[in-house]
């Protein structure tokens, strides 16, 4: 190397890890000579492997086992939970808080750097849609899809126990937001666990559930073809889910969802996974970006007209020269992700060392998505296929694609014991608020987000 490196990764997402975990392979012997570092600030030690959340919701794979702890498969880097919050690159700095900034009173760190890497990933596009904020769920972390999982079985409780047929009804009524990968797979497996969890009710039948899907376009799940979404829906709508194209959701307030084709749904569970935008990390730094705020890249992926800064993933608008029209970026998903983050590191690598830079260029292969347990729907290699084979190649693809051994080995073996089981149908809401009882009795009153229920998770 030409000089000592320090390198910063903003982000410890698909990205973040992956370029991390292919630096530490590529500089194994300039970190042990401490000619460079690596530090990856993030603001959660794990990353979570965000095609597995539906079925962490659905409660076929343990959420433990859809994270990858950090601190485990990057030994040497510095692993900081903290949150990027400015960069000016132009004197090389990042400002971060961590977990212990408030406490220490100090306000946020300044933390200097030689190389850049950002891909801090992206966050939920939300519409000032009233009762949004108050009332709905997001599903891109693993507490939202566990939180969301108890949600739905509590829903099913309190269904179950009221005399009140509003409550009952609002109770047992669920709409989601959203008619891509996020939110067709959530709706589809908490559909298929909650219609099996019915059982277990002596006056809840399955007919009684009210599922409803909207969706602001005249398509859903794009990315399989148009064909396979024509399935899908046809396929959602024979389980009796209400799936309404063209629509936007108009209002939540007062756990009323009022649609823009008149209809209005009284619900305790509003869905929003209506799409995302960048990281707000983004517009705080001095770094060139698109009309629709993710950075400028070049094919080598290093951001456009600065030098010693780099970015993939959602982050980044990375040129598509695989495409027959100009101007078209790779689509910010975990296929293009993972292998960005693969070149990057080595293009890192090369730049330190004064090795010329190779161009990311990879075309996409096709999608795959889960419809329930035994359903799916793909579109892989211009070959479209639905129902079982679907289903098992979404597994196969996913399973081969989750980081470490040991991730792989424990799915597979959860998936075998539940061919094998019956499904959990336990909400524990408790764990959302794990104070609230002994509050209680201590004789104190329960905190302000445990909404005086030591037990619920609404």
């Known amino acids: 190397m030409k000089e000592r490196a320090r390198i910063l990764v903003v982000g410890g997402g698909y990205v973040g890890m992956y370029t991390a975990l292919r630096l530490q392979r590529q500089l194994r012997q300039e970190i042990g000579r401490g000619e460079a570092e690596i530090t ?16 962490a919701a659905a409660g076929a794979v343990s959420p433990r086992h859809v994270v990858v702890p950090l601190r485990r498969v ?74 969301l999982r108890n949600h739905v079985i509590e829903q099913m409780d309190i269904a179950s126990s009221t005399r009140d047929p509003a409550i009952r ?12 990968f996020a939110g067709v797979e959530a709706l589809a497996e908490l559909e298929d666990m909650a219609r099996y969890t019915t059982r277990y009710y002596h006056n809840v039948k399955p007919e009684d559930l009210k599922w409803i899907l909207v969706e ?37 307030a007062d756990r009323v969802a009022v649609l823009s084709d008149g209809a209005r749904f009284p619900t305790r569970t509003v869905v929003w996974t209506a799409g995302v935008r960048p990281h707000p990390v983004l517009a705080a730094s001095d770094l060139p970006r698109t009309e629709r705020g993710r950075l ?20 980044a608008a990375v040129p598509d020269v695989t495409a027959d029209r100009p101007g078209t ?110 509050e209680l009795a201590a004789g104190g009153k329960p905190s302000d987000e445990s909404s005086g229920d030591p037990k619920g998770s609404s």
């Open 216 to 252: 602001a376009s005249d398509r859903i799940l794009p990315e399989v073809g148009e064909d396979m979404g024509r399935y899908t829906v046809s396929e959602l709508r024979r389980r009796n889910i209400d799936v309404r194209l063209g629509t936007r959701l108009e209002s939540c």
């Open 74 to 147: 990057l030994p040497h880097c510095r692993i900081v939970a903290g949150e990027v919050t400015a960069i000016d690159h132009a004197r090389r700095t990042a400002t971060l808080t961590t977990l212990a900034t408030d406490e220490e009173g100090t306000g946020p760190r300044r933390l200097t750097y030689d190389e850049l890497v950002l891909a801090p990933g992206s966050v939920s596009r939300t519409l000032p849609i009233p009762g949004l904020a108050d009332h709905a769920i997001g599903f891109k972390t693993v507490e939202e899809a566990i939180g």
């Open 296 to 315: 400028k890249c070049t094919p080598e992926l290093t951001v456009e007209g600065v030098t010693h800064a780099w970015a993939a993933g959602d982050a």
């Open 329 to 438: 970026y790779t689509a910010p998903n975990a296929q293009h992700a993972v292998r960005q983050a693969k070149l990057l590191g080595d293009n890192i690598a090369r730049s330190l060392r004064g090795e010329p830079l190779q161009t990311y260029a990879h075309t996409y292969v096709g999608s795959v998505a889960s419809l329930g347990l035994h359903k799916g729907v793909a579109h892989i290699y211009g070959r479209k296929l639905k129902g079982y084979p679907a289903w098992f190649m979404h597994r196969a693809y996913h399973l081969s694609r989750i980081p470490t051994f040991n991730r792989k080995a424990r799915v597979l073996a959860e998936w075998t014991l539940s061919g094998l089981f019956k499904r959990e149908i336990v909400s524990l809401g408790s764990l959302e608020h794990p104070r609230a009882e002994f």
């Open 40 to 55: 990856v600030v993030t603001p959660d030690p794990y990353m979570t492997y965000q095609p597995f959340l539906p079925e």
């Open 169 to 180: 009804d609002a109770a047992l009524t669920f709409v989601f937001v959203g008619g891509g």
